[in-house]
């Protein structure tokens, strides 16, 4: 959270710079600041497990990381469409900062939908468990769903992204 929160500051305190201003400042001060906001959510896992917080941390932590990471995605491929990298006669094109802002809208978009369906369909929900071995008992509270599916929704999604930020990490490479 520290190195986050610092990086956040300095790179905020220094944006009129003109590396910093080459390096697309609004759009990594949004990923610093998603970077800053997933820490947080770690904080999160502190406390006792009941209904109420179990969702929460379904919310913050699943959200966070997709925040986190949109805006690093859609700067990426800006920088990819500037450049006109990819084609046989480069073509350049021109995309407004308010078009590169929109293009992060579905990312968040989509893991916000998958959040409700979830939060209506299979909650996160506080679950008992007794353990018995031969000669002693352990009873623990955990966060849980009914079934497998938010799990699997997930990891195909937010797998999905990270698939989607390797690509653009290996077609923007020699740039």
């Given at each position: 959270?520290?190195?986050?929160?610092?990086?956040?500051?300095?790179?905020?305190?220094?944006?009129?710079?003109?590396?910093?201003?080459?390096?697309?400042?609004?759009?990594?001060?949004?990923?610093?600041t998603?970077?800053?906001?997933?820490?947080?959510?770690?904080?999160?896992?502190?406390?006792?497990?009941?209904?109420?917080?179990?969702?929460?941390?379904?919310?913050?932590?699943?959200?966070?990381?997709?925040?986190?990471?949109?805006?690093?995605?859609?700067?990426?491929?800006?920088?990819?469409?500037?450049?006109?990298?990819?084609?046989?006669i480069?073509?350049?094109?021109t995309?407004?900062?308010?078009?590169?802002?929109?293009?992060?809208?579905?990312?968040?978009?989509?893991?916000?939908?998958?959040?409700?369906?979830?939060?209506?369909?299979?909650?996160?929900r506080?679950?008992?468990?007794?353990?018995?071995?031969?000669?002693?008992?352990?009873?623990?509270v955990?966060?849980?769903?009914?079934?497998?599916?938010?799990?699997?929704?997930?990891?195909?999604?937010?797998?999905?992204?990270?698939?989607i930020g390797?690509?653009?990490?290996?077609?923007t490479?020699?740039?």
């Amino acid at each position: 959270f520290a190195v986050c929160s610092s990086l956040l500051i300095l790179f905020m305190k220094n944006r009129r710079e003109k590396e910093i201003i080459a390096s697309d400042w609004r759009f990594t001060g949004t990923f610093l600041t998603g970077c800053v906001l997933l820490n947080l959510a770690c904080l999160f896992m502190i406390g006792p497990n009941t209904d109420a917080f179990c969702l929460t941390r379904m919310w913050v932590i699943h959200f966070c990381f997709v925040f986190a990471l949109a805006p690093l995605f859609v700067k990426t491929y800006r920088l990819y469409k500037l450049l006109g990298v990819g084609y046989v006669i480069p073509r350049r094109q021109t995309i407004s900062n308010a078009r590169t802002a929109l293009m992060a809208v579905p990312f968040v978009a989509v893991e916000v939908v998958i959040l409700l369906i979830f939060t209506f369909v299979d909650p996160n929900r506080m679950e008992d468990v007794m353990e018995y071995n031969e000669s002693t008992m352990t009873h623990r509270v955990i966060c849980s769903y009914d079934t497998w599916a938010f799990f699997i929704v997930q990891v195909i999604y937010q797998g999905g992204l990270v698939l989607i930020g390797c690509l653009l990490a290996y077609k923007t490479i020699n740039m």
